[in-house]
């Protein structure tokens, strides 16, 4: 099966039904898309797939072909970071970071389709996207930021 990551293409031997998680994991050792919870409802595994968020633990591999996917590797185009994880970084959010490249990545798809989305709209993109430490007010403040530097 052929799979377009991070705009590379990587012909990967596995069952339909395998979840793209264990693949890009396993297989090809991108390891910033990370295993919560296993049923979808964390959102630590998320990725983008045609630029919608979504999540890896529950997608089969089998019908991604043709698709375009990116997870946090690919999510900034250069060498430097993409404004998401340069806010992040300034407003130190994670404690324990587990969670921090599936908010990232749920963090882009908003800003992707909405540059400057009020402080209910983030909240509201980001629900579902669990955060054990609790870091949310920073989450929110780094978005806000990213936007700013992106408009």
Same mark, same amino acid.
């Given at each position: ?105 749920? $963090? ?11 402080? $209910? ?23 806000? $930021? $990213? ?5």
């Amino acid at each position: 099966m052929k799979l377009n990551i991070n705009g590379q293409s990587y012909q990967v031997d596995v069952s339909d039904q395998m979840p793209v998680l264990w693949v890009l994991r396993d297989l090809l050792e991108m390891n910033g898309t990370k295993y919560g919870c296993g049923i979808g409802q964390c959102g630590a595994c998320t990725i983008h797939v045609d630029g919608q968020p979504s999540r890896a633990c529950l997608l089969p591999v089998g019908d991604l072909a043709g698709k375009e996917i990116t997870t946090i590797e690919g999510l900034s185009k250069a060498a430097s970071l993409h404004p998401l994880q340069k806010a992040w970084i300034q407003i130190d959010v994670p404690q324990c970071g587990y969670c921090q490249s599936g908010q990232i990545m749920q $963090a882009a798809a908003l800003l992707a389709e909405n540059a400057q989305p009020s402080p $209910a709209e983030i909240d509201k993109h980001m629900n579902g996207n669990l955060c054990r430490c609790g870091t949310y007010l920073r989450i929110r403040k780094a978005i806000q $930021a $990213a936007a700013q530097d992106l408009s």
